[in-house]
């Protein structure tokens, strides 16, 4: 049966890609209003495909998100609006044979079909929304975050329904988001509701990537995040400068000022009782990633680009990127931006800023204890508004299961290397979910590359690993149906 659907795959890798460019030209992107139509279009042609290969039950579910806005002042959160959410795509396939007796084994697969806004265009050498091929890989927005490597999973269960006479050895439930680029809440909040409708034995996501190229890798922990907003406000409007100022305060000055105190100069985060949660990686881990082929000024000139690397001093790279805590300000909005001088004092300025936590910190604890900092630290004059947009937690994965084993076997028979076992840097808050909410023990196995460009122009998916990342779940799930 394996060797079936390993073949069927190597036989319709043409094909397989086709059908990913055209899932890559629908501009989902999740963040964008007027997306919204298209976010849709993506979801629908995910469903067609599911139902096409044979999966079962398959639906469109509506979701809707609260915003929460935090007022100035202590208390409680306040809900105080809602809008519409993007559908998730549901699957499933329930009646694989038993085996020796016992229930098959059902794994939950996770996706999304939404990907981030495009911009800056400039910088794109095709189109993003228009798949393009070169030297070996496939550029678009979403090529392996996430539709290339949510892609390999339906191709996978193609494979087995193919060659298997339109059955599964296993039973498998499919659950694909269109909001994980704005944080999950829509998922979330389905898991929390409905967990019955997700019970399985393992989950599998493929929304990781590998250490180096050609190097199997099993990512098993995530830093959690909370993604906030400040508003700074001053007047009433916007003000002259020439006959206010001196005497009327301004939001971006404010916001400078704040932000200023938010991490000193050797990067360390200046929140009172941020670090006091902070799990540090066991001295195994330590001692594995040490061993990891990582060159520093590789990564420095290659993938960051900058004349230096910063952060916390005592630290090294990978420490400081899977293990530590961040704080980082990713816009600054308000006042004139525009050609030319404009003389104004704006009445209000935005700054959006994240935090990256690490076990044991929690995003609730995290962010009381930053929106107390900072409105401890607001300027005279000034009113602020503090608020919580999206947040996930961190996790850690055991590596002491069944399962573990046999994603390592399956990437081993693939890519003829052992694999290794890393941490991410990144969140997908939805694996806390699973493990929290769910108790369902959670895989990690991504085939993207450190260069991939994901959420910056020119994003990319090597192709090769786009086949061997079908391979592998193919013999993942063969191999897990014996469990």
């Known amino acids: 049966m394996t060797i079936a659907a390993v073949e069927f795959a190597k036989n319709n890798q043409a094909r397989f890609v086709e059908e990913l460019k055209d899932l890559l030209r629908i501009p989902s992107i999740s963040t964008d209003p007027e997306r919204a139509a298209d976010v849709r279009r993506a979801a629908e042609f995910v469903a067609a495909e599911l139902r096409r290969i044979g ?167 995530l830093r959690g995040m909370i993604y906030t907003e400040i508003e700074a406000r001053g007047a009433r409007t916007d003000l002259h400068s020439g006959m206010y100022g001196g005497a009327a305060p301004n939001p971006h000055i404010a916001l400078a000022q704040i932000i200023a105190q938010l991490k000193d100069s050797n990067g360390h985060i200046s929140i009172p009782g941020f670090y006091d949660k902070v799990a540090a990686p066991t001295a195994a881990e330590l001692a594995a990633w040490k061993t990891l082929p990582f060159d520093e000024e590789h990564y420095r000139e290659t993938e960051v680009g900058s004349i230096k690397l910063t952060g916390e001093a005592g630290f090294s790279v990978l420490e400081r990127t899977w293990a530590r805590p961040t704080l980082e300000v990713h816009g600054i909005a308000g006042g004139f931006t525009g050609a030319g001088a404009k003389t104004v004092i704006p009445a209000r300025a935005l700054a959006k800023i994240s935090m990256r936590l690490v076990p044991d910190q929690t995003p609730a604890e995290s962010f009381a204890l930053y929106k107390k900092y900072v409105e401890s630290i607001c300027p005279e ?103």
């Open 381 to 483: 004059g000034i009113t602020l508004e503090v608020r919580l947009i999206h947040a996930g937690d961190p996790v850690v994965v055991s590596t002491d299961n069944p399962y573990v084993r046999a994603a390592t076997e399956a990437m081993h028979t693939v890519f003829a290397k052992e694999t290794v076992f890393v941490r991410g840097g990144g969140s997908i808050p939805i694996v806390g979910d699973f493990i929290r909410e769910l108790g369902t023990p959670t895989l990690l196995m991504g085939f993207g590359l450190p260069d991939d460009n994901l959420h910056a122009p020119n994003e990319k998916f090597h192709i090769a690993n786009f086949h061997r990342g079908i391979e592998s779940i193919v013999r993942f799930l063969s191999s897990v149906a014996a469990i």
């Open 55 to 221: 999966m079962e039950n398959v639906k469109l579910i509506e979701t809707s998100t609260p915003e929460i806005v935090l007022a100035p002042c202590d208390g409680p959160a306040q809900v105080v609006s809602a809008r519409e959410g993007h559908p998730m795509v549901y699957a499933d396939y329930l009646h694989a044979a038993p085996v020796n007796g016992k229930a098959a084994t059902t794994v939950l697969v996770y996706g999304h079909y939404d990907v981030q806004p495009v911009e800056p265009l400039d910088e794109w050498l095709s189109p993003p929304f228009e798949p393009t091929e070169r030297d070996g890989n496939i550029y678009a927005r979403g090529a392996v975050d996430d539709k290339g490597q949510m892609w390999m999973h339906v191709k996978a269960l193609e494979s087995l329904f193919a060659t298997n006479g339109g059955t599964l050895p296993i039973n498998v439930r499919v659950i694909i988001e269109g909001e994980e680029e704005v944080g999950g809440e829509g998922i979330a909040a389905f898991v929390r509701e409905h967990p019955d409708q997700l019970r399985a034995d393992v989950a599998l996501v493929s929304d990781t990537e590998m250490f180096a190229p050609d190097l199997p890798t099993l990512c098993v922990g």
